[in-house]
Structure formats: C-alpha cells, structure tokens
C-alpha cells in the first residue's frame, strides 16, 4: 500500500499569511494526487485533483503542485475560512489511501 | 445541484451487522462509480470501498475485506454498505462519496461527499 505522509502535522499561522503544506508518498504516484479540506462537523471538500488542478468553484489563492512523490498544497493569503485540517489522496494504486493531515490552525 | 445522503447509521453489538444507503441526487447516478470512506472519531479519513458504474470492479480495504460488501441499485439512485462481523474499531462516521469520473477507466477524485452517518460498535 502507498503510505502518504503530511508535513508538519500542525501549521500556526495568521490570516494573510502563506500556508505550505506538504505530503510525500511513499512510491509514485505519477501526478494522481488530490488535496481535500475538511471543517469540523463537516464533510470533506475536494480543493485540488491531479496534482494542480482546482475543482470547481475553488478559489485562486489555492494552488497545487508536485508530481511523483513530492507535493505541496500553497494558500496564497489565508483567509478566515481556510483554517480546517486538509488531507492529500492517492489514486494510483489499489487500495486508495489519504495521509494522515495538516491542521491549519490561527495563531 | 450533487446531493448525497447517508443513513442508516446507529449502534450495534461487536459481531452484528448494519446496512449503510445513500441517496444520491442530481446526477446521473448510473453513469458514476462511487466510494465509501470513514473517519473515526478524532482520526484521519480511511477509504473503505468502490464499485464502478455498473456494479463491477469492486475494491475494498485489507481491514474491511470478507466483511463488508458495496453494492448499488441504479434503478433507485443508491448505493449500499453491508457491514456485517462489525469491531469496535469500525466505529466511525462514514461517508459516500462520488467519483469525478464518468465510466472511466480508472477511479477519479473523489468529488462530492454526504455528510455522513455515525456507526457505533460497543457492547
């Protein structure tokens, strides 16, 4: 099973600033990553598909990129709503499976 | 517009069964292979189980295999979870999610999610 690890678990930052989030997999995955945004009491989001692609109606400030088994979710500005727990997902092998989390918390 | 809704969630006894639906809506839901993931309380997302489009191709997690079976009645626009042998570590809210792609090839991202049902194993 490909084993995918976020970094760091928690990020502290204020809104404005940049968010760099990162996840890393334990064998390719060529470009078939996906990034998803979870609120408390909420289901996930999916933010970004393949990599670096925004779905839809997702707003600018959310970027992605990597490819193999290096990739990094960028949120240009944090706004208010952004602060939530993100998880990034493989579809390149059987059994699809999520990294552990990123919590973006105000500092 | 997408809409997803779980039921069939609630508490059950170490070794009894449940049988999760969803409802789908706003879609072709014959046309879109679909998942279920689950969280535990507190715990990261864990996919669970896909069926293609047309009921074929199912995949399942180690941890719920021989146990859980995916299926799906297109005619009413829902997709099933029968958990049967359940552990307390099955308790988790569970989701069914549809797959961005449209009788693809290989599985999409996973792009809209119900809100999910709570499943509770203890005695």
């Known amino acids: 099973e490909i084993v995918l690890t976020q970094s760091p678990a928690t990020l502290s930052l204020s809104p404005g600033e940049r968010a760099t989030l990162s996840c890393r997999a334990s064998q390719s995955v060529g470009s078939l990553l996906a990034w998803y945004q979870q609120k408390p009491g909420q289901a996930p989001r999916l933010l970004i598909y393949?990599?670096?692609n925004r779905a839809t109606g997702i707003p600018a400030r959310f970027s992605g990129s990597g490819s193999g088994t290096d990739f990094t979710l960028t949120i240009s500005s944090l706004e208010p709503e952004d602060f939530a727990v993100y998880y990034c997902?493989?579809?390149?092998?059987?059994?699809?499976?999520f990294g552990g989390g990123t919590k973006v918390e105000i500092k | 517009q997408v809409q997803l809704v779980e039921s069939g969630g609630g508490v059950v006894q170490p070794g009894g069964s449940l049988r999760l639906s969803c409802a789908a809506s706003?879609?072709?839901?014959?046309?879109?292979?679909m998942h279920w993931v689950r969280q535990a309380p507190g715990k990261g997302l864990e996919w669970v189980t896909f069926?293609?489009?047309?009921?074929?191709?199912?995949y399942y997690a180690d941890s719920v295999k021989g146990r859980f079976t995916i299926y799906r009645d297109n005619s009413k626009n829902t997709l099933y979870l029968q958990m049967n042998s359940l552990r307390a570590d099955d308790t988790a809210v569970y989701y069914c999610?549809?797959?961005?792609?449209?009788?693809?090839?290989?599985?999409?991202?996973?792009?809209?999610w119900g809100q999910g049902t709570l499943v509770t194993v203890s005695s």
């Open positions: 999610a549809k797959d961005q792609s449209i009788r693809g090839s290989w599985p999409g991202p996973l792009e809209y």
């Open positions: 069926t293609r489009y047309d009921g074929t191709n199912l």
């Open positions: 393949d990599a670096s």
């Open positions: 706003g879609f072709t839901f014959s046309s879109n292979d």
């Open positions: 997902q493989q579809r390149s092998r059987w059994p699809l499976t």
